[in-house]
């Protein structure tokens, strides 16, 4: 019941942020919004900064971000849709670079356990 | 002329217009890179995405050639090769980690029964050494015992003892060979049968030493000769009562080496002696 009413009362404060942020604002957030934010989201929480690439990939989604905004508030609808999807394919982009770094370093640590052991006859 | 330069300007400068943006230019190239990495093999679906986002930027510079949408649209299709390129990778690492995880664990299960095997042949092998070792053991200890056993009836004539270089039996000079002679006297022949039997029972295939020794009367070469000529005495009795000739050998040792002091009448009859020494058997393999 307890959880109930805190999830009932996070609900009603997101409404009301919302609500005011619409009333506060003379423009909505574009559609590819929110699929960007996530994607720099998951590509930060991966450790994409401490990969040399795949930090300058995150750099480069962010700045797009803050561009789309400035493009948006502007009232370019268009130019802020395109602008974030390329803020999206940069961080989906950081992520896997992570990822792939990682796999490699796997790859690598797996191969030398291979070549630790005694060769057989 | 000049209406020559009024037709090949305007040409030109749409010819300009309409030439692909910097963008577009390393899109393609990106795409083409991605085709020959190894996301042509392992993640196709990723290069597929590639390749519409480059299509999508192809048409938006048909529509706006340079425009913002074809300048924007051929970055995503760069980005896009690029991701395809990194799929392309992240699958070919983790084939070869799981590769490699399979031939460690292959590898390793090798070794186990590698060592294992080895172990369970170790393991035979010693067992089959016990087995032949104590074999061994029970055929010396039976043949020492036959030995023993045969030439008990042998008595005063004859004492045997277990030492370093084999069985001795040592035959009493005096009771064998009659004083200063080397012809067997009619007692020892009967007690040699019996030597003879013994042998032939128990240690047919062993190396027989017969040695001959005297006391210190008389000259060092006299007794040489006399203790040899005994000794050959006793070798030609044992072989021609069966005990092979290869296997039997005798040898003169004189007075050379006395068993008691040569000062008393005992000590003398002591040293005057024929050993018969049966050598002990070679280790088994």
Redesign the interface.
Known sequence: MTAQIKVLGAGVTLSLAVALGACGSTHTMPANYAPAQTAIGAADAIGAKNEPRAALHLKMARDAVAQAETLARHGDEH?AE??L??AR??A??AL??T??AA??R??ST??R??DS??R?? | MKSLIFVFIPALTLACASGPSQELIGARSAYDDARMSPAAQHTPDRLLEAKQALDRAERAHQDDAAGFDEKNLAYIATRRSELAVVYGSFEADRRERATAEATYKARQDQIRREQSGELEQTRAQLGTAQTTLAGTQAELDKQRSLTAAALASLGEAAKVKDEERGTVITLDGSVFFASGKTTLLPIAEKKLDEVAKALNDTAADRTIVVEGHTDSNGSDSSNQKLSQDRADAVRSYLVTHGVKSEHITSVGKGESTPVASNDTAEGRANNRRVEIIIQKASPSR
């Open positions: 130019e395109l602008t999807e390329r394919t940069d989906e982009l896997m670079v990822r792939e796999a490699r796997e790859a797996a191969k356990e291979v052991l005694p057989t006859n």
